[in-house]
């Protein structure tokens, strides 16, 4: 059974960049692995948005983790949303928690952590982490493990 039957993004012969988050979609396939608890990581090294008082470029890398229920993200459609926060002046902590806010009410997953690894400006480092746990508290311990477990992974450890 194909996932891809209602997906437009992914395959279409020209690519349309959103110019806004709010122009953005986050299009969705079915789970088919729904018996499964799984990590589902996404790095994206490229974002930038801008400061929104000064307008300059902001640049970080998201790590964006979930653990599917029904729904799961379609990748292109993903990096197409984080590619429309280019002209979007937020925050770093506001970004973050849009990312998260928006996947969470799109996936409604048993898991989601979005990490904004932003770039040093003027000393500091903002680096916001937002994570939830979905209402099946069962799965929380085995969710804690997996994620433990792509963390060594990715730190190399």
């Given at each position: 059974m194909s996932n891809a039957k209602g997906l437009k993004l992914l395959g279409a012969s020209k690519t349309e960049y959103p110019n806004s988050p709010d122009e953005a979609v986050l299009e969705t396939?079915?789970?088919q692995h729904r018996g499964q608890v799984y990590l589902v990581p996404f790095v994206c090294t490229e974002f930038t948005s801008l400061c929104p008082k000064t307008g300059q470029p902001d640049f970080a890398q998201f790590e964006?983790?979930?653990v599917p229920r029904v729904k799961m993200i379609e990748s292109k459609a993903l990096k197409l949303y984080l590619f429309s926060f280019r002209n979007s002046g937020?925050?770093?902590e506001d970004v973050t928690n849009r990312i998260f806010n928006d996947l969470w009410s799109t996936l409604r997953p048993h898991y989601l952590r979005v990490f904004g690894n932003f770039t040093v400006r003027g000393g500091?480092?903002?680096k916001p982490l937002v994570e939830r746990f979905g209402s099946n508290s069962s799965l929380r311990q085995k969710i804690e493990s997996l994620?433990?477990?792509w963390d060594?992974?990715?730190l190399g450890l």
């Open positions: 396939f079915e789970n964006i983790i979930y937020e925050f770093h500091i480092a903002i994620v433990h477990g060594r992974l990715r």
